[in-house]
């Protein structure tokens, strides 16, 4: 394949020519007057964002390294921890926390399905030293946007810190930090914003940084009272991903200019037409309806279709790159992302060719009804008159 490919996985995500230029400057000193301007808008920028007045920390790592950070200055060995989990990240993040020694009662729901507020509600009241709720914004994993603000309610009534993985939401899907009452949220990067990987942004409240002054986990790149300490003064504890900075400055510019809520919509109307185009094409979608994600469709493939095999025929011959299952999903799913750097062309681009695929790999005939769905879906008719 001799064309750039389309990266359709949910994450890392397209780079707009803008932000590929905004990287082709000489480096420069990280502790210098440009870099703490840069710094400044960042944080600045990334706070309209997460709709919070609390610190920002920028943190050079992936969003997992956001998320350690969020264990090793919260919770100490030994103390209680519910996990809220519908996925493969909610694994992750309970995973996290055992690995520092918390005790983690986790709250299990299907593959699929959204995290019931009633239900976090109940274990809360049985776990009444559980301090800490991790809750996952946006399951990857499934394709899946649980209903955060409903869950981070039911943890600050009952008193407890919301600690919140929005990596692949964040920037793409409507969040309110302060209002929804949460205390630490997690974003990267390479998502929604448009910026190649290396950097995870942290918003922190007051009742965190409380709670960070009392645990007792080790910690030292990931200390947060370092990273707040050396942003007053304009600067990271230690080096940063400068260049990924200079990215992560052009991506906040193109969301200002295109204005957060067009932001949200285009997602939407995206997630809206993927949706329809696979379904067009005999899959089925697997995530509960009313909890679809903007940002990352997954659906369970066709009878007889192998699910490596079409993968491999959509990057070598297409061009086109689609995500698979993870964990216990492996093989079974593919999972089309649509965040970031992405139009309504894209997706007629990567629908007509699994439809193509599907027909070379002996499925279905492909007689455009794929593109059709999602040029339908696109005007806005609805799918009972199609
Ligand atoms: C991408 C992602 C992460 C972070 O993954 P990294 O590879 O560490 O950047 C965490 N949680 C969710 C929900 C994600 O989508």
């Known amino acids: 394949m001799t064309f750039q490919s389309q990266l359709r996985i949910p994450g890392p995500t397209p780079l707009p020519e803008r ?14 007057p440009e870099f703490a301007a840069i710094l400044a808008e960042i944080t600045a920028g990334a706070r309209r964002v997460f709709k919070t007045k609390n610190d920002l920390l920028l943190l050079t790592s992936s969003g997992t390294g956001g998320l350690e950070s969020a264990v ?25 926390a055992a690995a520092y020694g918390a005790d983690v009662v986790r ?38 946007t649980n209903p955060l603000r409903e869950l981070a309610r039911v943890a600050r009534d009952a ?39 290396g950097l995870a942004l942290v918003s922190v409240s007051e009742r965190a940084w409380a709670q960070q002054a009392k645990a007792r986990s080790p910690r030292f790149y990931f200390d947060w009272k370092e990273a707040r300490t050396w942003a007053e003064k304009g600067m990271t504890p230690f080096t940063p991903a400068v260049p990924v900075a200079f990215a992560l ?20 109307r995206l997630a809206r037409a993927t ?26 493939p066709p009878g007889g279709l192998d699910v490596a095999a079409l993968r491999k025929l959509l990057d070598t011959r297409y061009g086109v790159v689609i995500a698979g299952g993870q964990g216990k999903m492996t093989g079974k799913m593919v999972r089309v992302g649509h965040l970031g750097a ?3 062309g894209d997706v007629v681009q990567v629908i007509w060719a699994i439809e193509q695929a599907l027909e070379e790999l002996d499925i279905a005939p492909a007689d455009g009804r794929g593109v059709a769905a999602v040029t339908a879906s696109v005007q806005g008719i609805p799918a009972a008159a199609r």
């Open 159 to 197: 008193e407890r810190l919301v600690v919140v993985d929005g990596v692949s939401s964040i920037s793409s899907i409507d969040i309110e930090a302060d209002a929804w009452g949460i205390d630490v949220a997690v974003s990267g990067s390479q998502k929604g914003w448009m910026a190649p990987p």
């Open 107 to 144: 709250l299990e729901f299907e593959w699929g399905q959204p995290v019931d507020p009633d239900d976090l509600r109940i274990i809360l009241e049985r776990h009444p030293n559980a301090r800490i709720v991790l809750l996952t914004h946006n399951e990857t994993s499934t394709g899946l």
């Open 342 to 344: 992405v139009a309504e």
């Open 72 to 96: 090793a200055n919260l919770v100490s060995p030994g103390d209680q921890v519910v996990a809220a989990l519908c996925g493969n990240f909610g694994e992750r993040f309970a995973a996290l």
């Open 249 to 268: 400055q052009e991506g906040l510019h193109m969301l200002e200019e295109e204005g957060l809520g067009n932001v949200y919509e285009r997602h939407a």
């Open 19 to 32: 932000v590929l230029r905004s990287m082709q400057r000489p480096m420069i000193d990280h502790r210098g």
């Open 275 to 300: 949706q329809a185009g696979l379904k067009a094409l005999g899959f089925e979608l697997f995530a509960q309806d009313g909890y679809r994600s903007n940002t990352v469709t997954s659906a369970l």
